[in-house]
């Protein structure tokens, strides 16, 4: 795994609007980078591909067993009018579209899993089209070694999915739903919303502010038309705690991502994926923080439902050297061993490796200067020679 310097495509930001990248700059910043990219072997790409398949089960195993346990779904936060609604997702296999696991690895060792993205993750679309764009110039452009290729099926495995969605599950009409002022998720919806189109399945956008509650319990659009089906790019402990959670169960929506995910996109996962798997090479040890936490020089403090790096802290011989403020931790926190990202210059490169249901479809590289995440990292593309 290497950084390598290399030209910029010529008038890439122009291309970047043409194909409606509204977000490659946020808030002044680049988001979006190209001066440089990483570089893997077959071998890496191989052997990421192997641990994200392998996680992705190990956590569905997770969710079978919390679905099963009181005592483990109140350890997770979820609240206990939904217990059924979860539950029953989960037991009726309702089908999921899409996950990204975040991954610690420098191209040697053992990759760890720092979290899991599993609800309402984003950096989708440049991960699968606007880095291939890349790919595709780059390789025309002779900037690119010969024969050198991407970690990248994430379109054509959306199109196929969304397909199996309309023909074996029933999927015959699609809403899609995101929050409004957000280019990020609004530019993310409208691709998964390409390729539902593409797959042949109809489909409508609204706002998740103007989803309605029909006089039978039903939730309906802004044109008063039954929600069957909903792509929400809204988080789950959102709407488990909300005042129309009440209704979820008898409103007859099939949710993607299904209610199941709230288990797995919670950092409640990660302790539990240490206990039911304990010295597992691609995990880090970690605990919930009320329980009895073994002394460790160095480890990070995660809220159960953090995001973009919120409220997380990281603790070296019982000092504080780096945190993130937001509104995230009277839930309740998870402790986990430090592991570091690797840092290539100043910047510090953490890899999301997708999955399109669960087959693992591609990796997408973002680099921050600060040793936590956050959301004004900046995204670089990869390729892979072998």
Same mark, same amino acid.
């Given at each position: 795994?290497?950084?390598?310097?290399?030209?910029? &495509?010529? *008038?890439? #930001?122009?291309?970047?609007?043409?194909? *409606?990248?509204?977000?490659?700059?946020?808030?002044?910043?680049?988001?979006?980078?190209?001066?440089?990219? %990483?570089?893997?072997?077959?071998?890496?790409?191989?052997?990421?591909?192997?641990?994200?398949? +392998?996680?992705?089960?190990?956590?569905?195993?997770?969710? +079978?067993?919390?679905?099963?346990?009181?005592?483990?779904?109140?350890?997770?936060?979820?609240?206990?009018?939904?217990?059924?609604?979860?539950?029953?997702?989960?037991?009726? &296999?309702?089908?999921?579209? $899409?996950?990204?696991?975040?991954?610690?690895?420098?191209?040697?060792?053992?990759?760890?899993?720092?979290?899991?993205?599993?609800?309402?993750?984003?950096?989708?679309? +440049?991960?699968?089209?606007?880095?291939?764009?890349?790919?595709?110039?780059?390789?025309?452009?002779?900037?690119?070694?010969? *024969?050198?290729?991407?970690?990248?099926?994430?379109?054509?495995?959306?199109?196929?999915?969304?397909?199996?969605?309309?023909?074996?599950?029933?999927?015959?009409?699609?809403?899609?739903?995101?929050?409004?002022?957000?280019? +990020?998720? #609004?530019?993310?919806?409208?691709?998964?919303?390409?390729?539902?189109?593409?797959?042949?399945?109809?489909?409508?956008?609204? $706002?998740?502010?103007?989803?309605?509650? =029909?006089?039978? *319990?039903?939730?309906?659009?802004?044109?008063?038309?039954?929600?069957?089906?909903?792509?929400?790019?809204?988080?789950?402990?959102?709407?488990?705690?909300?005042?129309?959670?009440?209704?979820? =169960?008898?409103?007859?929506?099939?949710?993607?991502?299904?209610?199941?995910?709230?288990?797995?996109?919670?950092?409640?996962?990660?302790?539990?994926?240490?206990?039911?798997?304990?010295?597992?090479?691609?995990?880090?040890?970690?605990?919930?923080?009320?329980?009895?936490?073994?002394?460790?020089?160095?480890?990070?403090?995660?809220?159960?439902?953090?995001?973009?790096?919120?409220?997380? &802290?990281?603790?070296?011989?019982?000092?504080?050297?780096?945190?993130?403020?937001?509104? %995230?931790?009277?839930?309740?926190?998870?402790?986990?061993?430090?592991?570091?990202?690797?840092?290539?210059?100043?910047? $510090?490169?953490?890899? =999301?490796?997708?999955?399109?249901?669960?087959?693992?479809? =591609?990796?997408?590289? &973002?680099?921050?200067?600060?040793?936590?995440?956050?959301?004004?990292? #900046?995204?670089?593309?990869?390729?892979?020679?072998?």
């Amino acid at each position: 795994m290497e950084r390598i310097a290399i030209s910029e &495509r010529p *008038g890439w #930001r122009e291309k970047a609007t043409e194909f *409606g990248f509204r977000f490659h700059t946020m808030h002044g910043e680049p988001y979006w980078c190209e001066d440089a990219y %990483y570089q893997f072997t077959l071998a890496q790409i191989e052997h990421l591909e192997e641990v994200t398949a +392998e996680l992705h089960q190990m956590c569905l195993q997770v969710v +079978e067993k919390v679905v099963n346990s009181e005592a483990l779904l109140t350890k997770f936060r979820i609240p206990k009018h939904t217990w059924d609604f979860v539950r029953d997702s989960w037991r009726q &296999r309702q089908p999921s579209l $899409y996950s990204r696991l975040d991954l610690a690895w420098d191209g040697k060792g053992e990759v760890k899993l720092l979290e899991n993205n599993a609800d309402t993750p984003t950096s989708l679309y +440049e991960a699968a089209f606007f880095q291939w764009l890349w790919l595709e110039d780059q390789l025309n452009a002779g900037q690119l070694p010969a *024969g050198s290729d991407q970690f990248n099926s994430l379109q054509e495995k959306l199109i196929e999915r969304f397909a199996d969605l309309h023909q074996q599950h029933g999927f015959n009409w699609l809403h899609f739903a995101c929050c409004r002022d957000t280019d +990020e998720d #609004r530019g993310t919806v409208q691709y998964l919303q390409d390729c539902a189109t593409e797959a042949g399945l109809p489909s409508e956008f609204l $706002y998740i502010d103007e989803i309605g509650l =029909g006089e039978k *319990g039903e939730f309906t659009d802004a044109q008063d038309q039954v929600i069957s089906n909903l792509f929400k790019l809204y988080p789950w402990e959102f709407m488990l705690r909300e005042m129309f959670s009440t209704k979820l =169960g008898d409103a007859g929506v099939r949710w993607l991502e299904p209610a199941w995910k709230s288990i797995i996109s919670n950092k409640a996962l990660l302790p539990m994926l240490w206990e039911m798997f304990p010295n597992h090479p691609n995990l880090l040890p970690a605990w919930f923080a009320e329980d009895d936490v073994p002394p460790m020089e160095k480890y990070v403090v995660k809220p159960l439902f953090s995001r973009e790096g919120a409220n997380i &802290r990281i603790v070296e011989n019982g000092q504080e050297i780096a945190r993130v403020d937001g509104p %995230y931790g009277e839930e309740g926190m998870i402790v986990q061993q430090f592991h570091p990202l690797p840092k290539f210059g100043d910047s $510090y490169t953490l890899i =999301g490796s997708w999955l399109i249901d669960d087959q693992p479809a =591609g990796i997408g590289l &973002r680099e921050d200067r600060d040793l936590i995440t956050q959301d004004l990292s #900046r995204f670089y593309p990869h390729a892979f020679i072998g």
